[in-house]
């Protein structure tokens, strides 16, 4: 199975044509959230109308609570927010926002609620297991200047996932690997930057750059 994965578009999607062309086949979409700049939620109709394959996608903390119905109206659409979805015999879950941030931005949720969603999630789950995340775990692909950023309860399950997918820290694209989980950071979107991620027996990631 191949993926293409986006991440932090901002409500720019200039790139995502050429992005899609430089990945060739694929067979669905991951969005890590940021679809939009804090809105409005309307705004992300575009992207997703961009796409023919399935669209599984979550939002981001600049992202208002309220584009999780916008993606539930959508035909093409999975709102994998706090939610299981099989698709080609693997486990997608998801979570939208991000672990607070000093900006008090539109949607984010406390650690415990984050290990709470996810702890239920994984619940009785077999085989291939990947999330959609729009933050990282703490010490993955989410390093700034300051330190790391990630999120705390997030990274108490590394190991539990086959594969990452997630955005949140512009400065962070990158595979960083932790106790067999692949944690993928495709990079900004909104910069023409996207990965190709293959699955099967084992997991590949390709780099995407639009320019």
């Known amino acids: ?16 044509e050429s992005i899609c062309e430089k990945a060739g086949d694929f067979d669905a979409v991951l ?6 700049d804090f809105g409005p939620d ?41 939610s299981i979805h099989e698709f080609g015999g693997l486990n997608f879950i998801g979570l939208g926002g991000s672990n607070p941030t000093p900006f008090n931005t539109p949607f984010e949720l406390s650690e415990k609620k984050i290990g709470e969603y996810v702890g239920q999630l994984l619940s009785g789950l077999n085989g291939k297991i990947i999330l959609l995340s729009h933050a990282p775990p703490r010490n993955t692909t989410d390093r700034l200047p300051h330190g790391n950023v990630g999120s705390e309860a997030l990274a108490r399950y590394l ?23 692949q944690v993928v950071n495709p990079g900004m979107a909104s910069r023409g930057h996207g990965a190709l991620i293959t699955i099967n027996e084992h997991i590949s990631t390709e780099f995407i750059d639009a320019k």
């Open 1 to 16: 199975m191949k993926l293409l994965a986006l991440s932090d578009l901002h409500g720019d999607y200039s790139h995502v």
């Open 31 to 36: 969005i890590a959230g940021d679809l939009t």
């Open 42 to 82: 309307e705004k992300a109709l575009e992207l997703l109308a961009m796409f023919t394959t399935p669209v599984l996608a979550v939002p981001g903390n600049c992202d208002n609570p309220s584009l999780l119905g916008i993606m539930d109206e959508n035909e093409n659409t999975i709102n994998l927010h706090n």
């Open 159 to 181: 190991g539990r996932f086959d594969l990452i997918v997630c955005g949140h820290i512009h400065e962070a694209r990158g595979i960083v690997r932790v106790n067999g989980t």
